[in-house]
Every structure is written in structure tokens, then in C-alpha cells.
């Protein structure tokens, strides 16, 4: 069975830093895409980044980008979410997910219990 | 970046009833549409891919038409165990962008 577990969120202040890991287990992690996707309080679905199979190749939203770091590390089949300079509107639920291939963002699925991370003073 | 525009936003139907929603892509996107279903406090869960490709496990009852730019989802008949919201869902171009999602209750 394919299981994916976050950790890491909380509570930071403007400015501040927080790393997001992602556990995965079931699968063969180096063979898929990996993604975060983020839902602010009562809000819909933000796609936030991928990073394709091996590491080399990186997306990010443009509400992110140079702010924050994915990256995996597949011998530990985990994922992370390094983000940096974070802002009130980064205030999230952030769900990791597998991608439906290797390279380039496809579907989710299936998706990780979510983590909570909230930005305020 | 490509907008997806779904409706209704929220929909009220009865046990038993046919229920469809629409996802409009503001270019054409081929088949390059997934559908997502979100309960409430959960995470969400990929139903339809590639446009009408059924997900391994998911009810017969859902289904998915459409491409080009227009894209329809289908409950054949709604039971109350799909009280959720609905979202597509594309991935022709970066970003991969999602709809705003439509909300489902039991009338």
C-alpha cells in the first residue's frame, strides 16, 4: 500500500523558515514525480512545486519561486519542502503527492494527511 | 497560465439522482484533465484521469467525457457518502492548475 506522511509544519513567524518532510513507503519512490500542493483555510487546491524522479529537474508556482527548496532524497524515500522568507498568505495546509509519472507534473495520487503551517506574529 | 473555471460552485441533489459538473479550460488542454474528490478534513482523492480514465478502486458511478477545453464529470446516481467537494484539474501546461472546485450536498 502506498503511504505518504508529512511532518514538520507548525507555527513560524513572518519571515521565518520551516522544512516540510514527506515519508513515502509502497513504491518505487525514485520512479515518480513528486509534488506539493497546498489549500489555505476554506480555500481550493494551489499546486507548489515537483521534482521529477532523480532530482534533476524542479517546478515551482511563481508565488513561491526563490522562496522555496524542493528536493528528495531517494535513498531515504523522503521528500522536502524547504520554505523560506514565509509570509501570511503562505498560511496552508501542504499536502505531499505522488505524481502519476516521472518527469513532469500529471495527476496526484495518492496524497499525503496534509500538514498545517501557519504564518503569524 | 491556464484558468479552469468549474460550476456549479455548489450543487444540492437528492439520493439517487444524476449529478454533472463542468470544467471549462481557458485553452485547449487535449485530454490533459484530472478529477479530485475532497471530504471534508481529508485529503484529497484522484477519481478520473486523463479526462475519463476511471482510477483504480473508484465506483463505476463516476465517470468522466470531454477535451479540448471542455470536460464534464458524472455522478450516475448520488449517494451520501459522496458529500465532498470536486475539483479538476490540469496538466497540459506549467503551472498545473486546478478549478475552484464545487461543492456537493444531499437536498
Known amino acids: 500500500e502506498v503511504q505518504l506522511v508529512e511532518s514538520g509544519g507548525g507555527l513560524v513567524q513572518p519571515g521565518g523558515s520551516l522544512r516540510l518532510s514527506c515519508a513515502a513507503s509502497g513504491f518505487t519512490f525514485s520512479s515518480y514525480a513528486m509534488s506539493w500542493v497546498r489549500q489555505a483555510p476554506g480555500k481550493g487546491l494551489e499546486w507548489v512545486s515537483t521534482i521529477s524522479g532523480n532530482g534533476d529537474d524542479t517546478y515551482y508556482a511563481d508565488s513561491v519561486k526563490g522562496r522555496f527548496t524542493i528536493s528528495r532524497d531517494n535513498s531515504k524515500h523522503t521528500l522536502y519542502l524547504q520554505m523560506n522568507s514565509l509570509r501570511a498568505e503562505d498560511t496552508a495546509v501542504y499536502y505531499c503527492a505522488k505524481d502519476g509519472n516521472v518527469l513532469v507534473p500529471s495527476w496526484f495520487d495518492p496524497w499525503g494527511q496534509g500538514s498545517l503551517v501557519t504564518v503569524s506574529s | 497560465d491556464i484558468q479552469m473555471t468549474q460550476s456549479p460552485s455548489s450543487l444540492s441533489a437528492s439520493v439517487g439522482d444524476r449529478v454533472t459538473i463542468t470544467c471549462q479550460a481557458s485553452?485547449?488542454?487535449?485530454?490533459?484533465l484530472n478529477w479530485y474528490q475532497q471530504k471534508p478534513g481529508k485529503a484529497p482523492k484522484l477519481l478520473i484521469y486523463?479526462?475519463?480514465n476511471l482510477e483504480t478502486g473508484v465506483p463505476s458511478r463516476f465517470s468522466g467525457s470531454g477535451s479540448g477545453t471542455d470536460f464534464t464529470f458524472t455522478i450516475s446516481s448520488l449517494q451520501p457518502e459522496d458529500i465532498a467537494t470536486y475539483y479538476c484539474q490540469q496538466y497540459d501546461n506549467l503551472p498545473p492548475g486546478f478549478g475552484q472546485g464545487t461543492k456537493l450536498e444531499i437536498k
Open positions: 485553452q485547449d488542454i487535449s485530454n490533459y
Open positions: 486523463d479526462a475519463s
